[in-house]
């Protein structure tokens, strides 16, 4: 069932490409379309297909620049204005929660990117959910007084935002919280003209394209949440606004990138983090023998 | 027989006057339709950011002049051409005169950033719908005085 909801939405993503690329799905076995994690289109190169194990092409027919514009054409419905602010950051978020990653010529005005034109290559990154994943962490991550503040944290592509998602979801649906999501760069639930495409729960509040230093207070004042949400702390103001929202009386669930809590206290900024002592929890994702394995410790 | 041939020769200049007149008033109804589309693909581009497709289709349906020039583009999308090429080959059922300023469009209307170029389209298809209105003032004049006059010396001729 999982694998043929896989071949699913890999299907989902061929079906995005203009229609001279789609026809590549038929060239790909059912295995690896059940295991593709991106197609990557760069002009000049055939397609390609990001599988666990590596990349490949796809096919022969070299990838066009007008295939690359048809296809944030198609994205859009032939409106990239309404998606300014991501494109603007390198991205934007197709129906079905496909994540789309946009490289180009940048147009810079007054020190920002305005606009990406003259695309020379494309990813679409194959959304992946993994409902009951947080499941048997949820226990871990409660108390009688309501829920911890945790911090989630792997190497990069370790599951981190994977994990996220279903804690959310789990905390919204199971647990009944009221959780607000910062959802900064669209990954996690994938808004999509203002639907999440990824299941984040009933019971969960969605700010999209969003840097957390501005979303997090605006939540707290406008959504009263239980929970707030936020992937891949990076910046000194993301923390403050998070102790600022801790102070509050809100949970938080964190992602941050590192190998272990010994390696995030090397870190200055998450040294800084931790020393708060907000977060009471930390979960600690690792690959033993091909499987993720998740290390709940007490801070 | 006479005054029946004369009568008849009449009604044709009158028929040809307001023939050339109305050409003329439907390229102003033309551009006055072309500015109320620009007015609203402004609005709904750069200030509602509203899908431009759905812009059209509702265009589309408000402004009967103007089916056949949206209808083809609004075909184009559903089958994915390349925005600039299928805007150019819609603009051919635009009256000839506004086709310049409407063409340029193509290349910039699904970015939506060039609002400024938006409101120039909209100003200079106003400049040829007023520049018409104007010329059919001086024109009407003439062209009844030609078509009714060639009338008589028609009637005058023949009978």
Request: glycine share 8%; with cysteine.
């Amino acid at each position: 069932m999982q694998a043929d909801k896989r071949i699913e939405r890999c299907r989902g993503a061929f079906a995005l490409l203009p229609q001279t690329l789609r026809e590549a799905e038929s060239l790909l076995p059912g295995e690896e379309l059940a295991a593709a994690e991106e197609l990557r289109l760069r002009a000049g190169q055939p397609m390609a297909v990001v599988l666990p194990w590596g990349e490949r092409p796809v096919g022969r027919t070299a990838v066009s620049p007008g295939d690359l514009e048809q296809l944030l054409d198609n994205v859009t419905g032939y409106s990239r204005y309404t998606a300014a602010e991501t494109v603007r950051q390198g991205y934007l978020t197709a129906a079905g929660g496909y994540r789309i990653g946009l490289c180009g010529t940048a147009v810079v005005e007054r020190g920002g990117v305005t606009a990406i034109r003259d695309l020379s290559s494309v990813s679409i990154r194959v959304p992946r959910e993994a409902p009951g994943l947080a499941r048997p962490l949820l226990p871990r991550l409660l108390t009688p007084a309501g829920p911890c503040s945790a911090l989630i944290l792997s190497p990069p592509g370790g599951g981190k935002t994977t994990l996220l998602r279903d804690l959310v979801r789990g905390l919204s649906d199971e647990e009944g919280l009221r959780v607000a999501l910062v959802d900064e760069r669209g990954e996690i639930a994938a808004v999509y003209r203002g639907r999440p495409q990824m299941d984040v729960g009933r019971h969960t509040d969605v700010m999209d394209a969003c840097p957390k230093a501005l979303a997090v207070p605006a939540l707290l004042r406008a959504m009263n949440p239980q929970v707030i949400a936020v992937d891949e702390v990076a910046l000194e103001e993301d923390v403050a606004a998070m102790v600022r929202a801790a102070n509050a009386g809100t949970a938080l669930l964190a992602t941050v990138h590192g190998e272990s809590l010994e390696d995030l206290a090397r870190k200055p900024l998450f040294k800084g983090m931790l020393d708060t002592g907000v977060f009471t929890r930390a979960v600690t994702i690792r690959r033993e023998e091909g499987r993720r394995r998740y290390q709940v410790d007490e801070l | 027989m006479k005054a029946l041939g004369t009568a008849l020769l009449l009604a044709a200049g009158v028929l040809t006057r307001q023939t050339l007149l109305e050409r003329r008033r439907e390229i102003i109804r033309w551009g006055e339709a072309l500015c109320r589309l620009m007015d609203r693909l402004e609005r709904g581009v750069a200030v509602l950011r509203r899908p431009l497709p759905a812009l059209l289709a509702d265009c589309r349906e408000e402004e009967g002049l103007l089916e056949a020039f949206l209808g083809e583009v609004l075909d184009g999308l559903s089958a994915e051409e390349p925005f600039p090429k299928l805007w150019r080959r819609a603009c051919r059922h635009v009256p000839e005169g506004y086709r310049p300023f409407l063409e340029p469009l193509g290349d910039s209307l699904t970015d939506g950033t060039r609002r400024d170029l938006m409101i120039l389209t909209r100003e200079e298809i106003h400049r040829a719908a007023e520049e018409e209105r104007r010329l059919l003032g001086e024109r009407s004049r003439l062209i009844t005085a030609l078509c009714l006059s060639g009338a008589l010396l028609a009637a005058v001729v023949l009978i």
